[in-house]
């Protein structure tokens, strides 16, 4: 599987389309025995209601300037969640479908 | 975004980064910081279509460079043979570039660059050697 084929995908809920994959987020463990950086896993998707493409930086939670850039990605990305990875029901290229009681995070990155 | 939502608990032992923001389209510079392309896409473990609770998250096998922004845009997939794989254990440093601890001559190369000095530049005379 590649990433590609998850970026943009859409995302279905209870059979109703609820948005796309804007990104996938992984964890990357601090070590993993014989590689200098540990091998990431996927954490989770962050679902965005429209296409809106990259949030471009301003999901963490540090990017606050210049204020006017931030308010308007902010605004653009309204409405966006993060799914947990255990939350998914199916991954295909065509769809990633959630579980109906499938928890919505905060989609902001520290 | 949603400002209401609660952050999701994250794990200990290693930072959370969006693949989209942090790893795509990121340069990929060999040990002694040469650029050996970009990367293009991550190739994922594969995961059964229909997942149950507790089925094990995909991990990233390796950085993907080649030409695949056509199927970015409409889809498909290139062949294998013509994509490049940098095997997630070359993996030095995840930064504003992705550093690989190995040199250059190592990694892959595109197959084209790869024919060509097979087949045209070794035949030229002098294209065996580095010129000095």
Redesign the interface.
Same mark, same amino acid.
């Given at each position: 599987m590649y990433l590609a084929e998850l970026v943009d995908a859409p995302v279905l809920q209870a059979g109703s389309r609820i948005g796309h994959v804007v990104d996938v987020r992984l964890f990357v463990p601090r070590h993993t025995e014989g590689q200098r950086v540990g091998t990431p896993e996927v954490f989770g998707v962050v679902v965005c209601p429209r296409r809106t493409g990259s949030f471009l930086g301003f999901e963490r939670t540090d990017a606050r300037a210049p204020a006017l850039l931030a308010a308007f990605f902010r605004w653009r990305a309204r409405g966006s969640f993060l799914v947990l990875w255990d939350d998914l029901a199916a991954v295909s290229k065509d769809a990633v479908e959630l579980r109906p009681e499938a928890m919505r995070w905060s989609p902001a990155l520290a | 975004?949603? @400002?209401d !939502?609660? *952050?999701?608990r994250?794990?200990s /032992? /290693? =930072?959370? =980064?969006?693949?989209?923001?942090s790893?795509?389209d990121r340069q990929m510079l060999d040990v002694d910081g040469v650029t050996v392309g970009v990367v293009d896409? !991550? @190739?994922?473990?594969? #995961?059964p279509? #229909?997942?149950e609770? /507790?089925t094990? *998250?995909?991990? #990233?096998l390796a950085l =993907?460079h080649g030409p695949?922004v056509l @199927?970015?845009i409409f /889809?498909g997939?290139r062949p294998h043979g013509q994509l490049l794989r940098f095997g997630?254990?070359t =993996?030095?440093? !995840?930064g504003s570039a992705v550093e690989l601890?190995a040199p250059a001559s190592e990694l892959p190369r595109p197959w084209l660059e790869t024919w060509l000095r097979e087949r045209v530049i070794a035949r030229l005379p002098g294209g065996r050697h580095v010129p000095g």
């Open positions: - | 975004m949603t @400002e !939502l609660q *952050p999701a994250s794990p /032992g /290693g =930072v959370l =980064v969006d693949a989209r923001l790893l795509l896409d !991550l @190739e994922l473990s594969d #995961v279509a #229909v997942l609770r /507790g094990p *998250p995909p991990s #990233v =993907v695949i @199927e970015r /889809g997939k997630w254990d =993996v030095a440093k !995840l601890a």
